[in-house]
């Protein structure tokens, strides 16, 4: 390790950062690695050694900023993942991690698609009773424009305490895509939830021709109710 190190920065090594340097309260004192552009003979081996993927993060530490970066915008990400864990990264690097780990998460679940779709397994054992519920919301895109992110909840009708009828468990699958693209995307989740096994299943939602095809798509004996919410804003 050492002499990879040495191969890579010489002999200036790490600058150790003085105690309270700037840094907010609960910041511990650490090390500035500087890794300068050494060419790809020394650099991938070097971040091998370290343990760091392309950002100059553990993979535990790239796991965490993606996780944050999903929830929030990626500067209100960047600047939470430097106060919990005393890490400094560039708003680029967030969005760079974000989207290659969101692109690696498609690639996957676009491979399981189709390993459904051509071996035809038997969906595994779930809740007795499941529901589940679609729609779409409009996002705004990166360059000005808008589009539909198409989002169907599912989860599992039991009684609670009190021997009212609730929810529980509750799961959730989005993608940008065409209704019926969306309709076999949806199959990495029905799959996983047994959808296909339930006793019983209600679908609510809205009368939309495209919820209708996702509703037959994979339950077509569903017992489908309507959500009269949106035909009541219509109508007024």
């Not at 991690?97 to 051509?118: D, S």
């Not at 009684?159 to 019926?180: D, H, M, P, Y």
């Amino acid at each position: 390790m050492r002499d990879v190190w040495q191969a890579a920065v010489g002999e200036r090594g790490t600058d150790a950062l003085p105690a309270n340097d700037g840094r907010r309260s609960g910041q511990v004192d650490a090390h500035v690695w500087h890794l300068p552009k050494v060419g790809g003979r020394l650099f991938p081996r070097l971040y091998e050694e370290l343990g760091l993927v392309s950002g100059g993060l553990t993979p535990r530490g790239e796991e965490t900023l993606v996780r944050l970066a999903s929830w929030m915008p990626f500067e209100q990400a960047r600047e939470l993942f430097q106060d919990l864990v005393g890490i400094q990264v560039s708003k680029a690097t967030v969005r760079r991690a974000t989207l290659t780990t969101g692109e690696g998460a498609l690639a996957v679940c676009e491979g399981e698609v189709e390993r459904l779709k051509q071996e035809v397994p038997q969906a595994p054992g779930g809740a007795d009773k499941q529901v589940l519920s679609a729609d779409g919301a409009m996002v705004h895109l990166v360059g000005g424009e808008w589009a539909e992110v198409k989002t169907v909840v599912m989860g599992q009708v039991t009684r609670n305490k009190r021997g009212e009828v609730c929810t529980q468990q509750i799961s959730s699958f989005s993608r940008l895509c065409e209704a019926e693209r969306f309709a076999e995307a949806a199959l990495v989740e029905t799959q996983r939830r047994g959808l296909e096994q339930a006793a019983e299943v209600c679908a609510v939602q809205d009368g939309a021709e495209w919820l209708q095809g996702l509703v037959d798509y994979h339950r077509a004996d569903a017992v489908r109710i309507l959500d009269a919410g949106p035909c009541r804003r219509i109508r007024q």
